[in-house]
C-alpha cells in the first residue's frame, strides 16, 4: 500500500516537473519570437496601438459603469415616487 502511494506521490511530482518545464520552455519561446516580432516597426506600432485602444476600453467601461448604476438607480427612486405620488391621490 505505501510504495503504490509512493509511486503515485513520485508520478504526480515527475508530471508536474515536466509540465513546469514545458511552461519555461514555452514562456522562453514565446519572450524571443515577441521581442523578434517588436524589432519591426510595423508590428511594434500595431502592437502598441492595440494594447493602447485595449487600456482606453477598459478605462471607459470603469468610468461608464458607475455612471449607468447611477442612472438606473436615478430612474428608480423616479418610478417609486411617481406610484408614490399616485397611490395618495
Do not use: C, W
Not at 62 to 68: C, G, S
Amino acid at each position: 500500500m505505501f510504495k503504490q502511494r509512493l509511486i503515485g506521490a513520485l508520478a504526480y511530482l515527475i508530471a508536474f516537473v515536466i509540465l513546469a518545464g514545458l511552461a519555461s520552455v514555452s514562456f522562453f519561446i514565446s519572450y524571443q519570437v515577441f521581442s523578434a516580432l517588436l524589432t519591426i516597426p510595423v508590428i511594434d506600432i500595431s502592437v502598441k496601438v492595440g494594447i493602447t485602444f485595449a487600456v482606453v476600453f477598459v478605462v471607459a467601461a470603469l468610468i461608464i459603469q458607475p455612471i449607468v448604476r447611477l442612472q438606473n438607480a436615478y430612474l428608480e427612486h423616479k418610478r417609486v415616487q411617481k406610484d408614490v405620488e399616485e397611490e395618495t391621490r
